[in-house]
């Protein structure tokens, strides 16, 4: 006998009898109605009917406890806490510049020569300022001296000694100024270095040789970015529906497109409080350290597991129909009968089987390899 392979035959026709004659001496035509549809019912298409049904070995789905997983997609990003500014106090013109974008660089290295006339003024006021305190503290030690011998009243020490504080302080702000601005007191120059602050790799540059550097200039202090890649962000889209499945702290296996195989681990840092209006996901930020093989801009797959385990059904492989991006099985539906259940297929398990993750339950019975069930049915 052949399978049923329709679920339903539907059988229209439509009749016009068109009836002449004489009536009411009128000569009018009398047209009849059609007739409604008729449907057929033919059979269940999910439902199959073999003449040998004992040919088709059948098994019992086992029972496994495994942990749902979610796999999600996500790029990486630098760590904005590891992200550090070069900047230049001094502005004015770059006269050297010893490092571009993406170099490695180490934490004291040269990176740019600034050529600023904001040395030359800070060195001014700072000479001054010694001139200052110097005159300041003799003028305080004749007052004290004249004090002792009676020859000035005691607010004039008083004044002085005042004076003598005030410049000591100027002398004090002038000195800082040229450390800030990164110039020695002792060896001047109008020519300022700076240096990487960290060590990691540039991922900014806003300065070229002979470029304007500093706020007075250029409208910004900075002049790199350096980013430590040692740590990493995961950044992910998880669906608002799977958000629940989610907490800070949980643990996430990492893998890299570029590098088959290559697992990471990371952990949750971060779970958005935003939604995209129009996707409905949340940004979920995973922290993982960067073996040296991940780089920005990356397209990794995160998977995370559920803290509690979950009873699913596995069966054989070969019991498994794929079909239009669809997985199915035939489970017995009576004498000569099978009928094709759509499941969702979950991980590959050792020996051969594969996890199930809906559709049927451990126990239920099915047929061990619907290869030969396909062939069987296309000899009918």
């Not at 006339?117 to 003028?139: C, G, M, R, S, W």
Request: with cysteine; aromatic share 4%; proline share 5%.
């Amino acid at each position: 006998m052949r399978p049923t392979r329709c679920g339903s035959l539907v059988m229209a026709f439509a009749a016009t009898l068109i009836l002449g004659g004489c009536g009411s001496g009128k000569g009018d035509q009398a047209l009849e109605a059609p007739p409604p549809a008729q449907v057929i019912e033919t059979g269940d298409a999910a439902l199959i009917t073999v003449e040998k049904p004992e040919q088709f070995k059948l098994v019992s789905a086992d029972k496994v406890d495994a942990h749902a997983q979610l796999n999600v997609t996500g790029t990486v990003n630098p760590d904005i806490s590891r992200e550090v500014p070069v900047i230049s106090l001094a502005s004015g013109r770059v006269v050297d510049i010893r490092a571009k974008l993406d170099d490695n660089v180490k934490k004291g290295d040269l990176l740019l020569r600034v050529q600023s006339p904001d040395i030359t003024n800070a060195f001014d006021i700072y000479l001054k300022a010694v001139n200052d305190e110097q005159a300041a503290n003799q003028a305080y030690e004749r007052a004290k001296d004249l004090y002792a011998h009676g020859a000035i009243a005691l607010s004039m020490l008083e004044q002085a000694e005042d004076t003598e504080k005030d410049a000591k302080a100027d002398l004090t702000a002038a000195d800082d100024q040229l450390t800030t601005l990164g110039v020695s007191k002792d060896h001047p120059s109008s020519i300022v270095n700076v240096f990487a602050p960290i060590s990691g790799v540039i991922v900014a540059q806003n300065v070229t040789d002979a470029a304007a550097a500093g706020v007075t200039y250029s409208g910004s202090p900075t002049a790199f970015t350096i980013a430590d890649l040692s740590v990493v962000w995961i950044i992910c889209d998880v669906y608002e529906n799977d958000i629940p499945k989610l907490q800070i702290g949980q643990q996430a296996q990492i893998s890299v497109s570029a590098y088959p195989g290559r697992m990471l681990t990371g952990r949750i840092s971060d779970v958005g409080p935003v939604l995209d209006p129009t996707i409905r996901t949340a940004k979920v930020r995973i922290e993982v350290r960067n073996p040296g093989i991940l780089r920005l801009g990356m397209f990794v797959t995160a998977t995370f597991e559920s803290k509690t385990a979950q009873t699913y059904a596995a069966i054989p492989a070969d019991a498994i129909l794929h079909l239009h991006d669809r997985d199915w099985v035939f489970v017995p539906a009576g004498e000569k009968q099978f009928r094709r259940v759509e499941v969702e297929a979950g991980t590959v398990l050792p020996g051969g089987k594969q996890e199930i993750l809906s559709g049927i339950a451990p126990g239920q019975q099915l047929v061990s390899n619907v290869l030969q069930l396909e062939e069987t049915l296309e000899a009918q």
